[in-house]
């Protein structure tokens, strides 16, 4: 069982910036990929941002230039650098660990508890 524990979140400007982490614990298999998420009350929850073992990278339209995924492998930890942040990035974002299977593909997925990121003036 993995441990994925999020955090950094809390309220801020529209305009300003902020930096999450995900930590992963408890395990001694390598991780395959880390991923944002987020979610509001009335959506889906959508992957916003991706870092993967072969350092691929990619990120949601809406974040596009903005928002920041890296990951410190030796600590198991990725971080969001957020910018330029909008009222409508509001939400809850989670963090997904993907292991590695093996085989050099994604195997199991775990979930953190989330953490809210409020942009409000």
């Known amino acids: 069982q993995v441990r994925v524990e999020e955090s950094g979140g809390g309220k801020v400007q529209p305009g300003g910036s902020m930096r999450l982490s995900c930590a992963a614990s408890?395990?001694?298999?390598?991780?395959?990929?880390m991923d944002w998420y987020r979610q509001t009350s009335a959506n889906q929850r959508v992957r916003i941002a991706t870092?993967?073992?072969?350092?691929?990278?990619d990120y949601h339209d809406s974040v596009k230039g903005r928002f920041t995924i890296s990951r410190d492998k030796a600590r198991n930890t990725a971080y969001l650098q957020m910018t330029n942040l909008k009222p409508e990035d509001s939400a809850v974002y989670y963090c997904?660990?993907?292991?590695?299977?093996?085989?050099?593909?994604?195997?199991?997925?775990?979930w953190g508890q989330g953490t809210q990121v409020t942009v409000s003036a």
């Open positions: 997904n660990v993907g292991l590695n299977d093996g085989r050099g593909s994604r195997g199991r997925s775990f």
């Open positions: 408890g395990s001694s298999e390598s991780i395959y990929a």
């Open positions: 870092i993967n073992m072969y350092e691929f990278i």
